[in-house]
């Protein structure tokens, strides 16, 4: 506690002309009067907007016109439960061949994933023989885990297609 009074004191001691300016307009008798004609004129001006939105939304009755509002919203929410119960078998439909469409989709992306991991053993599968293994390489996995054991060809490897790519873009 003495500690953050100590902290404190300096800031409400400390001179500053923005300080002392803000300081003189508040307790400047003008400066309530300029607060009383601001908050006359966003009264005024609320007024006038809430009169204007009256007329143009033909607002005669607040409680009558908020009463036929609800009476819409619930005759529209009678008729769209009306609607999707009379078309739940359509509905469901939709949903099933949405679900299927989605299967598919699913399968085919599944089908082309097969492919690309198989054209990936096609290129890593040499390239594991090439670090030194002349044993058969099973799977983009083992062929991955052989490459990964030679770091230093790896990054012989990285070093060669940055320069490659650099001289290729200029």
């Known amino acids: 506690s003495a500690l953050s009074g100590d902290l ?7 001179q ?8 003189k307009w508040v307790s400047d008798p003008k400066t309530e009067k300029k607060f009383t004609e601001v908050g006359k004129a966003a009264s005024k001006g609320f007024q006038t907007i809430t009169t204007a939105l009256t007329k ?19 005759k529209t929410i009678k008729s769209v439960s009306n609607v999707i119960a009379d078309h739940s078998k359509e509905i469901v439909g ?40 002349s044993k058969a390489v099973k799977g983009l996995s083992g062929a991955l ?25 200029s």
């Open 8 to 14: 404190a004191k300096p800031f409400t001691t400390m």
């Open 16 to 23: 500053s002309p923005i300080f002392e300016a803000v300081s």
């Open 56 to 74: 143009a939304l033909d607002i005669k009755d607040g409680p009558k016109a908020m009463n036929k509002f609800m009476d819409g919203l619930a």
């Open 94 to 133: 939709f949903f099933k061949g949405l679900w299927n469409s989605i299967k598919i989709i699913g399968s085919i992306g599944v089908g082309f994933f097969k492919g690309l991991i198989g054209g990936l053993g096609a290129v890593v599968k040499p390239l594991a023989k090439m670090t030194g293994h």
């Open 145 to 169: 885990g052989d490459i990964s054991k030679h770091k230093k060809g790896l990054q012989t490897s990285v070093k060669f297609w940055r320069v490659f790519l650099l001289l290729r873009k």
